[in-house]
């Protein structure tokens, strides 16, 4: 499975980006999409995931009532439409693909990458 992610870029604070992550295909190890980013000097941090099938979602607590994250499975992609953005969501923004939204969320076990995308917030 081959994830791109796209849809970064700079954007003032309270402005709005959505980011898109394509998937080549959809295999039994591939259940659950989800999206992480990393600050310069930070860890990567889960910031959301959707299942495929039930379209259920999860959300880190500092992007909740602000993104969004849905998906067309006709189409095989993910979108997270982010809303109200703070200079704090100013990262690499990746998406990922794994068995189920626990692996996501707990962050283990999850097979595929894409590649970041760039997201800046400027206050």
């Known amino acids: 499975v081959q994830l791109q992610a796209s849809g970064g870029g700079p954007v003032q604070a309270g402005g709005s980006l959505r980011l898109s992550c394509a998937a080549s295909?959809?295999?039994?190890?591939?259940?659950?999409m989800g999206w992480f980013r990393q600050a310069p000097g930070k860890e990567r941090e889960f910031v959301s995931s959707?299942?495929?099938?039930?379209?259920?979602?999860y959300y880190a607590d500092s992007v909740k009532g602000r993104f969004t994250v849905s998906r067309d499975a006709a189409k095989n992609m993910v979108y997270l439409q982010m809303s109200s953005l703070k200079p704090e969501d100013t990262a690499l923004y990746y998406c990922?693909?794994?068995?189920?939204?626990?692996?996501?969320?707990?962050?283990?076990?999850?097979?595929?990458w894409g590649q970041g995308t760039q997201v800046t917030v400027s206050s």
């Open positions: 959707i299942s495929w099938r039930e379209g259920r979602t």
């Open positions: 990922a693909a794994a068995t189920d939204s626990s692996s996501l969320r707990t962050y283990r076990n999850i097979p595929y």
């Open positions: 295909r959809l295999t039994t190890d591939s259940n659950a």
